[in-house]
């Protein structure tokens, strides 16, 4: 039985930790990694040279480049998105994860977005923009749930 297609995207940092922590469920899908490209996260692609891509990084806190860099990155994302076609994409989210959601969704990927666990009772950005589109959103904390009521608490993923 052919396993299914599944992205996992986050960006680096405590996105990317905390996405790392369905790394066993990697195993059971044929699944694909991908990050911004940073010092700390160079080392994932000797593990799976082929599962494991890289877009740009980028911050808001340089918001003269940011833009730019936004830019390039949606153009990477839908290179990733056509080359990897996945059935499913899950991601702990902010700014390089938003456009593969938006894509994969043009394109008829599940959706599954988890926000984060360092947000006890305000949105992020990208929480904001794919909660009206992903087929499963959710929250590690309850209190989560006043905000995004189609949600679903699950606890968190530590």
Known sequence: MKKKRVLFIASTGGHLSELMQLKP???HYDSYLIT???KS???LRKEAP???HF???GTKDHFLIYPFKLLLNCFKSLYFYIRIRPKFIITTGAHTAGPMCCIGKLFGSKIIFIETFANIDTKTVTGRIVYHFADLFIVQWE???K???KAIYK???Y
Do not use: A, D
């Open 55 to 57: 877009l740009i990084y």
């Open 50 to 52: 082929k599962k494991v």
């Open 143 to 145: 209190s989560m749930l």
């Open 41 to 43: 996260t160079k080392h």
């Open 25 to 27: 469920m990697f195993s």
């Open 36 to 38: 911004e490209k940073t």
């Open 155 to 157: 606890g968190w993923i």
């Open 147 to 149: 905000l995004y009521p």
